[in-house]
Structure formats: C-alpha cells, structure tokens
C-alpha cells in the first residue's frame, strides 16, 4: 500500500523519506503490511530527487485519496501547517508532526478533532528532536502523579553555553560559531531568547498535567544576557549554566479543579551533582520526577534531520498499526489565565552578582537581608564585585530585597537555581 | 470496576498497590473509566494491611472472575508464574509483569498466546525498573534499524563499582556495604556475576531484533575478579569500568534470514567521554544507537520498590485502555544456537594487566605482537606490572597472542573495552 504523504520537503522532510524509505521493508514488517510513501507535497521543485515521481505541489491532491492513511506534517509554523492537519484529520486520515509550533498553539483542538474521526495526532518529534519523551510520559510514567519536568530542551542554547564554559568564549562569540557551524539561524532569536524551549514546556506541561498551557503564558528569558563572570562564579561553586524549561504543579500535585502548575523557561545554575550538568553540545535531555519512579532522564540528539525524522517515522508505524483506533494521548483545552501562575509567587534560590564600591561593607548588610545567605567567589574576583546565592524563596521577596539593594550596589546578573 | 488482580505481595506487588491506590483518581479518568484492584493473591497472611479483604490465596479466584481484566505478575522466577501467567493469557486476561527471568525464558511464547487471545503481556518493569525502555524501544525507535543496544542493566553491581571507583574499596568490603544496605541479597550471585543483567539485555536484544534471545546463548562474566589495580589504570587511562550489557547486529544490522546477533554482559572499560561512564550508585542506563535517532539514553532508578511498581501501573494502564486489543509487541521464537554468535568472533579492543619478572623487557615484544598497542600507567606502578589497551581485534586473535605471552607473564587481568 502506498498510503504516507509527507508534507513539506525541507531537512525533517527529507531525513523522513530517506530514513522511512532505507527501512521500508523492516517498517512493512512491523506493521504487518506493506507500506511506502506514495506523496511529497512541496511548492518547490526538486528535478534531482530520486523521490521526484512522488512530489505533487497540491495538499488536495493527498486529501482527496483514500489511499492515504497518515499524513506527516513536517512544514513548521502555523499555517498552512494548521488548515492541512484540519483538514486531514477531519477526513479520518492521521496526522504525525514534528512541529512544535502548531502544538504548543493548537495542540488541544487538533487532538479533539483526532478523537472525534477516529484518527490520531501524534507529535513525538515536536520535543527533543528523536529523543522518546512523549509516549514514555503519556504512558511509561502514566501510574505516576509527575512532581516536575525539567530539559535541556534547545540543543542551539546548550552548544552557546557549553562553548562558553569549556573554552571561555563570550556569548558573540559562541553565538557566531553555532551560526557558521549551522546549529542557529541567521536570527537565532527563537533559540536564544527561549522561545523554542517554551514550546516544548508548553507541550509537555499540557501533557502531564491534562491542560493545555499556551507559550504566551510561559514566563521566558534567555541567554543572552549571560557574561563570562557568571560562568565562572558557577563553576567555582559547582554549578552548570543551563537553559532550562521546566513545569511542575503548584499545591499537592493531585489531579483536582483547582491544580495551578508553575511553567517558566530560563537560564539556571544547575548543581554538578545533576545529570542534567552534564549534558553538553547540542544535546538535549529531560528529565521528569515522578511519585512513583523518582528521577528518570531521556538524553540524546534533540534536533537535525535524522534524529527527528527518526521520530516522525515512529510515529508514522504507530498510526499505520492502529488504523481507524485512537490511541488516546489528550489534554483539555484551557484558557483559564491563572492556570499558570505567576512566577514571582513561586520559591526559588538565586544567584546574584552585584557591583558596588562599598562591596566589602555591604556584606554584612545583605546577609541580614536574605537570612542564611552563600557567597560564592571566583578567581581574581574585583573588590567592587560580589556573589551570593540566596535562600530559597518566593522571587517576589528577593525582587523586593534586590529592589533595596539597587540603592548601593549595581545589580549585574541573576539566575535562578534549579 | 475492580478490574485489576495483583500476583505476588512481596516488594514490587506491595509497591504496585500503594502506587496505584494513591493515583487511583487519575488512572481512572486515563483509563476513561472507574478502575481498581480487586485482588491481591500471595499464599501468605497480611492479616494488618489495608488491603486485608482483597488477599486471597488461591490464583483461580482471579482467574475465573470474568470483572478481572488484568493481572500483575509480580511473583518472580519461572514457577508459579509461568503457569498463572499462561492460564490467565488463554482467558483472554491481559497481564504485566516486572518477571525478567519469565520474559527471558519463555517471553516469544507467551506474547504468541497474547496475540491469540487478543490480549496483552507487557513486561516494561522487566528491565531497568522504572526507566521506559521497552515500549520507547517498540515504538518510538520503530523507524530505525538498531546498531547497538549497551547498557547498565544492574543496580547492585554498579553500586559496587562505584565504591571501588570512588572510595578506593575493595571488592569485598563493597560487597558487603550494598549487603548492609539493601541492595545486595545474602546470596548475590544472580547479581555480580552478571545473571540478572544478562536476562535484561535478552530482553532487549530479542524486541529489537524480532528473535527471541536466550540467556544460556548469551557470554556472561561479572564483576568479582575486578582488582583496585585495574580500577586505578581505567581511571588514569580516562575509563570507568562498567558491567554492561550489550547486544548488536553482526553483519550489515537490516533486517534479513541470515541475521545474527552478539550479545555479552561483561565488566567493561567505558570511556569517559561516554554517558553511560557517568552512572553512579544504583542507577541504570540504557544506550540504544539507531541509524536515525544516532545515540539515546535512558536514566534512573533500575529497581526498588516504587520505581518498579511505576513501570507494572503504566503497563497495567495500557491494557485497561487496549482491553480485547492486542498491541503488538512480538517477536519469533528461536532455537538456532548459531543465532548469538560466538563472543570470540567479535571484534574488541581489550585492556590486559600481566605481571613479569621481565616486564620492561617484554614491552617491545608484545608490541610487536599486537602491533599499535597502548601502554597505560598508574600511580607507584610496580616494576613487574605491565598494563595495555590492544588495538580493535577479533578475541580470538587476542586469546592467541595471550597464550604466547603466557609463557613469559602471568595474565592478571583482561578486560574489554567499549
């Protein structure tokens, strides 16, 4: 049967024909039938493909045959990526994206309409590029209440960052090597400032906790605002920079009606004693604590061609296995504004560097302040410098501290710890 | 509906009841209707648990109770549990279970009577606890062909290892440190010589190659004979030595009639620069490199009670939602002795230790023996003491340069790399 339509023929695109047709006849088995890519919807031409007898340029032309039993959606964005998933799911035929986008946006609707044909919206490659994370939560951990989730889930981010810890490069500089390397785009804004991490949270925030959380509800900050002398005060007090989206409930973690979940992506001094510090270049990992399991991490490649092909293709063999069957991932939709709260009421402890001329006696000052407070030091630290970390709690009172500060000192950098 | 019936109330079946009592709520509403556990079955006295009045004694309460839709075997060893297992499969009842040494020794027919019974066996606590594995394994690497799975499979040896590596103990006094705590039984066997991970990687060496994998196929050495000296040279060299398990494809790794596997649970030295070489304690990690995804890993706990109950409450969640469906995890029974190739036709590189009066003088023969060869060091190397890396060679190859120089050294140690 010739019964995949790939949608869109950019890299995950093409990685998913190369990588379905190079194992086509281990998938057919898998399947327990026979099973091939009939279309490859693309506006562009590609004369030289070996493919180019499947490359139609018309979404209807997919729609319209029967034939065609999962669609795989791998143009990104929201339209038209939005109006052909309706489309096609509305005609029963199931849906497999790696876009994170249209999920993070539209990801409870397009799952409704999955449910109501019979049909299924699976998304495994949207979050860690082909690392399993979707089905092992939807499932694996299904008998746990999910206390937290926490990744490493933009592999452009932790490359900037561990060239700037490994080699004291600047973030510029970093930056502008993960460019020429072709790990960021020429506006590397969606990975720098978190963006695309927050997607990711959204997704996986929504599916363990039931509700749907929106990127625009996310509290966001991103790199670029690290320097060198935060790099170096961590690593001298054992921590790693990361950037971090991560989701927890707020209250007992009960399934409930008035469950509140905390949802934020941002740079964090990450303990060495945590696997996640040790997670390095363009990898990603995610590590999710459960009431049941503990801690468990999922590590590997979270983007490129292959990788998140890999978990296209999976997702395309589990649709093909259970044709006409619902495989019953869902979430509510949810436009309840104070579902995630906000972050200042949420308790933390926090790395703060500060510059002042009167350092040395404002000490004593600041430690009354916070209550038990850590100075933390790194080589040839100035005089007018000065590092500590705070206690854990509610980022409004440090907000409130750092406020009373600002009247002595210079407040240079904070970062949350994880 | 008290649809769920637990085999065993030992450490796992104790945990599979709290876990799933206390998410109780929220299994239902995933399940999408009311569920619970009906019965406990272990022909011992609980007479003081909360759970009092749902023990029973005699298996065929549950089997004949047509509510009962699944049944949690968590028994352990071969019999009873294959028995109730099998019965309860022909009753057309799903059942999960945390049984690695069942689902190593008889895994291919059972999940053949699932099928026919349009039920299922899952079995993701069988290896590394609650760490998903299996199902992200069947599912979510579907799309790739699988070049090689390697894993820290044993909780209990690699807690031992980490002592020996971090606390400079010796093999005995570790022994007996995870004794006192727990983690070791009074008989350990099972454990350090590498018995229970070798189960494990038949497990997975059999769903991701489609042939069942027996465990007296499999080369299994432990972990006793490692010496603080060979710990010292692995550390200087840039190794941790690991127990890993491991399984790949011999020949081209596609899917194809005259496939052959190797598969070895073995001590190994393990890069440093490698993720597995990270694990400490008693957690597991599982490596798998596909030709899409490239290298992902899975992290946590690999047993205790909570943990593996996780994995029995997600599988039994699975089948409440997949009731009189079978979801095709399967693969075809296998009596070809050739299937598991001998280790000795693999090629590997080998750490060796030898002692010899003429040690120095020995040092350009065997070079010249192996050809590019490494020499390693340690701290107040003894002048007798000799230590290398040979280059990547069948182990046959190796065995014969061994002989030879047996003659003139003893071999104190070899041990394979990664």
């Known amino acids: 049967m010739k019964n995949v339509a790939v949608i869109g023929y950019g890299v995950v695109g093409s990685g998913t024909v190369e990588l379905f047709e190079k194992n086509r006849e281990s998938i057919s088995k898998k399947v327990g039938r026979d099973c091939d890519i009939k279309y490859i919807v693309d506006l562009r031409d590609f004369p030289d493909s070996p493919f180019a007898d499947r490359m139609v340029k018309d979404f209807n032309t997919v729609l319209e045959d029967d034939e065609i039993e999962v669609v795989a959606e791998v143009i990104g964005g929201i339209e038209p990526a939005y109006t052909f998933t309706k489309k096609a799911l509305e005609k029963g035929k199931s849906v497999v994206t790696s876009n994170k986008e249209l999920v993070a946006n539209k990801g409870a609707q397009l799952l409704d309409i999955?449910?109501?044909?019979?049909?299924?919206?699976?998304?495994?490659?949207?979050?860690?590029?082909?690392?399993?994370?979707?089905?092992?939560?939807?499932?694996?951990?299904?008998?746990?209440?999910?206390?937290q989730i926490s990744g490493i889930l933009n592999g452009t981010t932790n490359f900037i960052l561990t060239k700037m810890i490994r080699e004291q490069m600047d973030f510029e500089s970093a930056l502008s090597l993960a460019q020429q390397l072709g790990y960021a785009e020429k506006d590397p804004t969606a990975d720098i400032e978190g963006h695309d991490a927050c997607r990711k949270i959204c997704i996986l925030g929504s599916l363990a906790y039931g509700k749907h959380i929106y990127p625009n509800q996310v509290h966001c900050s991103g790199i670029s605002h690290i320097a060198a002398e935060d790099i170096a005060y961590a690593e001298s007090a054992g921590y790693a920079i990361k950037l971090i989206g991560s989701v927890k409930p707020v209250g007992d973690g009960r399934v409930g009606d008035n469950e509140k979940v905390s949802a934020i992506v941002c740079p964090r001094l990450v303990s060495k004693r945590n696997m996640l510090s040790t997670v390095e270049g363009v990898y990603n990992a995610i590590s999710v604590t459960g009431d049941g399991v503990g801690d468990v991490m999922f590590y590997g490649q979270g983007a490129g061609k292959l990788p998140t092909a890999s978990a296209v293709v999976g997702d395309i063999i589990d649709c093909l296995k259970h044709k006409g069957r619902s495989v019953m991932i869902s979430w509510e939709d949810n436009h309840d504004e104070n579902y995630v709260v906000d972050?200042?009421?949420?308790?933390?402890?926090?790395?703060?560097?500060?510059?002042?001329?009167?350092?040395?006696?404002?000490?004593?000052?600041?430690?009354?302040?916070?209550?038990?407070?850590?100075?933390?030091?790194?080589?040839?630290?100035?005089?007018?410098?000065?590092?500590?970390?705070?206690?854990?709690?509610?980022?409004?009172?440090?907000?409130?501290?750092?406020?009373?500060?600002?009247?002595?000192?210079?407040?240079?950098?904070?970062?949350?710890?994880?």
Request: glycine share 4%; charged share 20%.
């Open 114 to 147: 999955a449910h109501k044909h019979n049909c299924n919206y699976l998304f495994e490659a949207s979050v860690g590029g082909g690392i399993p994370i979707i089905r092992p939560l939807n499932k694996c951990l299904a008998g746990n209440s999910i206390e």
């Open 343 to 418: 972050h200042r009421t949420v308790e933390t402890a926090m790395y703060v560097r500060i510059n002042s001329e009167d350092a040395a006696a404002l000490k004593s000052a600041i430690s009354e302040m916070f209550g038990k407070l850590t100075y933390i030091e790194r080589p040839n630290r100035p005089k007018n410098e000065l590092a500590f970390i705070t206690p854990t709690m509610t980022e409004s009172e440090i907000d409130a501290n750092l406020a009373i500060l600002s009247h002595s000192a210079d407040i240079m950098s904070r970062i949350r710890l994880l």
